[in-house]
């Protein structure tokens, strides 16, 4: 389980997209959401988008890894669909803020490593926050406030992305993926493969 | 410091020189050694040939990181290169076995990241000892024999990577050496960076 969190603007939306793209093993986590879609967001694909009164009954029943509340709208990640990908040898990406990680490493039975994708400037964080031409000023400016909270929780995880640019960025999120399925202790078999090797198999 | 070890044959020193001339960043450390050159070998490049009575006097004076005698000859990793590389900003790469790695985790101050290489199968093992042509069939033998015990060791590293071929154990360690720049840990100046973003700089 990959978790890339970042403050709305940072480009994570951006990286995940073209990490999906090129790498096969990879499957995106979509979450629920009560809010709803903006012009070209597609149910199941981008969000699930859910009613409040669903939403309330996937939390009571314990269906969502992890939820929270962002500006009068609440997000969940759907648990079954990541066991699913899970269990079918599937490494599984989040994009999920400060909350939802601590909550996955609490609910979630699978590891977990966690990467923060940083802006390169505050004037770039705003820049890019604008062009998405989505938002009001209004909202805006509540994001780059929350930007502030949100990248004050840098210190939680496990590896820090300053995303210069997408090209980078991605390959850099590629290299940890890589790594990490090189780690002893995610290769499974390697006991009887080295005793293959040593004769005695 | 970045650690690679595996049993002789199973391509490690290949791995190594490619690695070198791909990534600036990482410069190799030379190991002393008492051995006779092999054709071909240069002092200073492959090994720093010395007599014994001068690798003596390097383990009296602490002079190496870690040292082991392998079929009657004796093998060090002088400090000083090593010291003068890190506090330079290099990563250094070390083509020592199992003994010489636990030494290094007891003796070096920075932090040490461990590969472990390994053969595809036991019969490559033994084609690629054969096809060196520079051993005789009695060494061959030995380092079989030798190749086993080493390939016990793997449950000490970080990271196993099994040599199928050339280009994609270069790109393992590359993706290895890049997550592992990533890591939070080793990213200084991240809190001061973080506090400029969230204009508290």
Do not use: C
């Amino acid at each position: 389980m990959l978790v890339l969190s970042s403050p709305s603007g940072a480009g994570k939306t951006t990286i995940s997209r073209a990490l999906l793209a090129e790498d096969g093993n990879l499957t995106m986590s979509v979450s629920a959401t009560t809010r709803t879609a903006r012009p070209g967001e597609v149910h199941g694909r981008d969000y699930f988008f859910i009613e409040r009164s669903r939403f309330a009954e996937m939390v009571q029943g314990g269906e969502l890894l992890e939820h929270a509340r962002v500006f009068d709208n609440d997000y969940g990640t759907p648990r079954t669909p990541v066991e699913t990908a899970l269990a079918a040898g599937k490494d599984v990406l989040f994009d999920i803020d400060w909350q939802g990680t601590q909550q996955m490493r609490q609910n979630a039975r699978a590891d977990l490593v966690s990467i923060f994708v940083l802006p390169p400037s505050v004037e770039e964080l705003e820049r890019r926050l604008r062009s998405r031409g989505q938002d009001s000023i209004e909202v805006v400016q509540k994001r780059m406030a929350k930007a502030g909270d949100e990248m004050s929780h840098w210190p939680e995880y496990d590896y820090i992305i300053v995303n210069i640019d997408l090209a980078s960025s991605v390959g850099a999120v590629e290299a940890i993926l890589a790594a990490e399925r090189l780690k002893r202790e995610r290769q499974v078999g390697l006991a009887d493969f080295v005793n293959g090797l040593r004769g005695e198999g």
